[in-house]
């Protein structure tokens, strides 16, 4: 999806330069929405061995693998490219998608009460409804 949302582009950079720097440049960048260089995640792998792999020189990888994320204006935060498997413990996952705007007041929507988390969930405006136990958080269903 990120090779063809570059491919899209207009003029598309992918046009020019030589296709194992811009391979590598895809996988560095989603390797970054995905923590791939962080050696308390598994998968990890560090940029030096990602490299390594099509035999491209670190600096360069690393510096294409910016630019695509430039282009695409992705960064840590970002979730389109996320991989499913991470998505429920992505540090901005949820947050995002438990926001609500009622009455122009931006909620997370988590700690409201179970009948406006359903009313939001009926709306389509939130995933689902969460019981407090379910998040961790203090306050009662009954509020």
Known sequence: ????????????????????????AVIYALGRVNF?????????????????L?????ATVAAKGRAVMDLLGLDYTDTEFC?????????TAWLVAWLVSINGLIYDARAL??????ECARRGLIPGVLAAAEIGNPASADD
């Open 1 to 24: 999806m990120l090779t063809a949302k570059l491919a899209r582009k207009r003029p598309s950079p992918l046009l020019r330069g030589d296709r194992r720097i811009w391979a590598s």
């Open 36 to 52: 791939l260089s962080d050696p308390s995640q598994t998968p990890h792998l560090p940029t030096e061995q990602l490299a390594r």
């Open 54 to 58: 099509p035999d491209v020189k670190q």
């Open 83 to 91: 991989l499913p498997s991470r998505l429920a413990s992505h540090p």
């Open 113 to 118: 009460p179970l009948p406006i988390q359903a």
